[in-house]
């Protein structure tokens, strides 16, 4: 199984978009891929799934963390809503006001211990239940769901808009957490546009040069498409419209997942 | 007379300002008292969460990270883990017993190092 991290040092920067749909990607491959909510600050995916879900969530990943439910019961199978090839399970965040409040006053041992849980929800999602891929769709910046999820991933991919302010976050962030954990780390440029580039540079030689301040590969250069932006988080074009050229941008990061 | 008037003018005087430094004295040492008791709770109960694991030397962090995997575990599985020898990770370990981040449990001559956070009054 493989552990991929969806990253950003900013919010809005398109995580939720591309951890979703590359999710709906991998699992029209025909693969098992367990996909989950880890932005516990503004979970989304409960409302992004809420067609695909028939009955009230029994547990969330809140009741996971919080010693409520097992390893075994926290994932739901969505595949055949979407008649996906493979099988995609989503473990989701619970949205109320109540759970948010509860999960970011946790003390430092209680975050211990939620690693450790992590760890084996991992190794169960591994040997028990046959899962190829699961994508931890993170909250941005330094918070310590997000750390957690990192600190459990065979790989981290950081998506990054173009502007100097992310650039700078981007970069604090890897020095101070991704390279002291010594994590495999990837750099997706998304909503990319000629015009509001930070490095004045050929837009040929413009992934080159993040790469050379980052000191991390960039993967993909995925464009601003009008009708993703529109969309927002609700955007599932990996199975509305799977020739769109952002699901293609997805596809091409698919390829490349398994060599990460 | 007057030169005895004055001494015992002066006596009280003194009686007071050592009353006032023996006030003084106390509400140092109480405060020395108070700073004891906070850095030996400090460094009694450390706590190995990642945020927290980001501060400490790679070598050490290393090994506590890969405890994380385990309920508990020895020296030797943890070297399997992280791909160090089994001595290094034995002293790493050691080491993260002795500043109190992880537990250490002989059972037999075989010794178990594990993370066990204490979780109190959490919901």
């Not at chain 2, 006030?23 to 400090?42: A, G, H, R, V, Y």
């Amino acid at each position: 199984m493989k552990t991929i991290s969806i990253h950003s040092s900013r919010g809005g920067t398109g995580k939720t978009v591309i951890a979703t749909n590359l999710a709906c990607v991998l699992a029209n491959r025909g693969f098992n891929v367990a996909l989950l909510d880890f932005d516990f600050r503004a979970p989304s995916m409960a409302i992004i799934f809420s067609k695909a879900l028939n009955s009230p969530v029994k547990y969330w990943l809140n009741d996971f963390l919080n010693g409520r439910c097992k390893e075994g019961q926290v994932l739901i199978d969505i595949s055949n809503f979407y008649n996906l090839k493979g099988k995609l399970q989503v473990g989701l965040a619970n949205p109320s006001v109540e759970a948010i409040n509860n999960l970011t006053q946790k003390s430092q041992a209680w975050e211990a211990a939620a690693v450790k849980k992590l760890f084996s929800l991992l190794s169960s999602f591994n040997s028990d239940m046959g899962v190829n891929y699961c994508i931890f769709d993170t909250s941005p910046g330094v918070q310590y769901s997000s750390v957690n999820a990192l600190a459990s991933s065979d790989v981290c991919i950081i998506i990054m808009n173009s502007d100097l302010v992310d650039l700078t976050g981007t970069k604090n962030m890897l020095k101070d957490i991704f390279d002291i954990l010594d994590k495999k780390t990837v750099i997706i440029l998304n909503k990319f546009s000629p015009e509001n580039r930070v490095v004045p540079n050929k837009e040929s030689d413009f992934a080159l040069k993040i790469e050379e301040i980052l000191k991390h590969p960039v993967i993909s250069k995925i464009p601003c498409y009008c009708d993703v932006l529109q969309a927002q988080r609700m955007a599932l074009l990996a199975i509305q419209q799977p020739d769109h050229p952002f699901v293609r941008k997805l596809e091409e990061v698919a390829d490349k997942i398994d060599d990460l | 007379m007057d030169l005895l008037a004055k001494i015992f003018e002066q006596l009280k005087l003194l009686n007071t300002k050592l009353d006032s430094l023996n006030e003084n004295n106390d509400k140092l040492l109480k405060m020395f008292e108070i700073l004891n008791e906070t850095s030996i709770k400090t460094s009694l109960n450390p706590q190995a969460d990642v945020i927290t694991l980001l501060t400490l030397p790679a070598s050490l962090r290393k090994t506590a990270m890969a405890l994380y995997r385990f309920e508990r575990a020895t020296a030797d599985e943890i070297a399997k883990t992280t791909g160090r020898l089994r001595a290094v990770e034995s002293a790493s370990a050691n080491q993260l017993v002795r500043t109190g981040f992880i537990k250490k449990k002989r059972e037999g001559r075989t010794v178990y190092f594990s993370i066990e956070p204490k979780l109190e009054d959490e919901k």
